[in-house]
């Protein structure tokens, strides 16, 4: 395995400005730390000091959901850890109803770098939501299957991936997996048990740096040599 799970960190679903999730206890340098919010409202809520969202993280692909009523809202960004208060989520932004999920993995060949993402899909009035597949073009790849809910259900891990944190008392989950070789995803389903509701995701690969190459070996010469008998 190139990747494990490091740590997570939640942040329940409540009113609330200026959330601030709790970094991922044990997060070290170069981790890869993937941040997923759920924020309810017709408009997605907009941030401040940077409007990018988190100071110091990178955005990935954002989805909303028109079919809830308000809008039901996925947020998702990742950094790459320096192990310093930079890795801390500090978001500035006004009065809204959100939660967040967490998680911080650790590859064994550093630095990662995002690979490929799918586009948002989301559904209305299902207990499914179908995450629309991609193709990595790297060895090593980390899936992260993230995934927000209206109604705040408990989210069933997709087959084949493994659940990283989901906050409480539902509604914005993490799932992953490693993919050993370049390959389709496939649509990845996330779905839940209780009641249909109004759900949005997205798929985000991550590759590790590159295998180092194996050192080349001079070859050693023989000498052979024959003694008559």
Not at 53 to 58: K, S
Not at 111 to 119: F, M
């Amino acid at each position: 395995m190139v990747w494990s799970l490091r740590a997570t960190s939640s942040l329940s679903m409540a009113s609330r400005a200026d959330s601030r999730p709790a970094k991922p206890t044990g997060t070290a340098a170069d981790d890869l730390i993937v941040a997923v919010m759920y924020d309810e409202g017709d408009t997605p809520i907009a941030f401040t000091s940077p409007t990018t969202g988190p100071p110091g993280f990178t955005a990935l692909r954002n989805g909303e959901n028109v079919s809830s009523s308000p809008d039901a809202n996925y947020r998702a960004w990742y950094r790459i850890a320096d192990g310093g208060a930079n890795d801390t989520i500090t978001p500035t932004h006004g009065n809204v109803y959100c939660g967040w999920a967490v998680a911080s993995f650790t590859p064994t060949r550093t630095p990662a770098a995002l690979n490929v993402e799918s586009a948002a899909a989301q559904t209305a009035n299902a207990t499914t939501l179908n995450l629309t597949a991609i193709t990595t073009t790297k060895p090593d790849c980390i899936i992260i299957a993230g995934a927000v809910d209206f109604y705040e259900h408990n989210f069933t891990t997709p087959t084949g991936y493994a659940e990283a944190v989901e906050c409480s008392p539902g509604g914005a989950a993490i799932f992953w997996v490693e993919q050993a070789a370049p390959a389709s995803t496939g649509t990845v389903s996330v779905t839940w048990a209780a009641g249909t509701s109004a759900a949005v995701g997205a798929l985000h690969a991550f590759q590790p740096a590159d295998a180092a190459a194996a050192p080349y070996v001079r070859p050693v010469n023989f000498i052979y040599t024959h003694t008559r008998m």
